[in-house]
T-cell receptor, first 112, second 114 residues
Framework: GNSVTQMEGPVTLSEEAFLTINCTYT??????LFWYVQYPGEGLQLLLK?????DKGSNKGFEATYRKETTSFHLEKGSVQVSDSAVYFC???????????FGRGTSLIVHP | DAGITQSPRHKVTETGTPVTLRCHQT?????MYWYRQDPGHGLRLIHY???????DKGEVSDGYSVSRSKTEDFLLTLESATSSQTSVYFC?????????????FGPGTRLLVL
């Protein structure tokens, strides 16, 4: 079956630091890959996605590149802000399957 | 923002009582889902629906039932609540393009079973 593994948190950074949250996946087919973000007290919302190999998803300064050869989709941001403090979920969804697979989430805490 | 609402947003109930949570969408999306979120477990799928009156079980369906009589509404029922069902419950929706679906989540319902 499919699976998503992401680094355990919390990840604690100072403002303006560089962020990487690792995500690797196992899939039987050729999935689309997603990063969702959950701010405190809210539901998940899509941060970015990529649908094919070598695609780069980007939004709000965050980026992730679909690496088929390493089955990875690592999330990066060059300079984090306190407002980026949230839980980040990596996920995959295969075409024709309507049940996505989520990682367990990584908590990010950014200090001023 | 996707038009998804959940009600109630907070509920405290006692063990053994029935509880129904409601999810309402205005997007006319075919698929609807119920998840629970607990520390250390991430998101776990309870039930999902792929159309009116068409539902199926997820990985943690024991103790839960669902109904979908209209496209826009998806109800989750705890027939006899237990303390282990204390959790945050999220509804989600997605289209059915068949090309790897983005999910859109509601704001969540915090349920405390005493």
């Amino acid at each position: 079956g499919n699976s998503v593994t992401q680094m355990e948190g919390p990840v604690t950074l100072s403002e303006e630091a560089f962020l990487t949250i690792n995500c690797t996946y196992t899939a039987t087919g050729y999935p689309s890959l997603f990063w969702y973000v959950q701010y405190p007290g809210e539901g998940l919302q899509l941060l970015l996605k990529a649908t094919k190999a070598d695609d780069k998803g980007s939004n709000k300064g965050f980026e992730a590149t679909y690496r088929k050869e390493t089955t990875s989709f690592h999330l990066e941001k060059g300079s984090v802000q306190v407002s980026d403090s949230a839980v980040y979920f990596c996920a995959l969804s295969e075409g024709g399957s309507y049940i996505p697979t989520f990682g367990r989430g990584t908590s990010l805490i950014v200090h001023p | 923002d996707a038009g998804i609402t959940q009600s109630p947003r907070h509920k405290v109930t006692e063990t053994g009582t029935p509880v129904t949570l409601r999810c309402h969408q205005t997007e006319n999306h075919r698929y609807m889902y119920w998840y629970r979120q607990d520390p250390g477990h991430g998101l776990r799928l309870i039930h999902y629906s792929y159309g009116v009156k068409d539902t199926d079980k997820g990985e943690v369906s024991d103790g839960y039932s669902v109904s979908r009589s209209k496209t826009e509404d998806f109800l989750l029922t705890l027939e006899s609540a237990t303390s282990s069902q204390t959790s945050v419950y999220f509804c989600a929706i997605s289209e059915a393009s068949g090309r790897g679906e983005t999910q859109y989540f509601g704001p969540g319902t915090r349920l405390l079973v005493l």
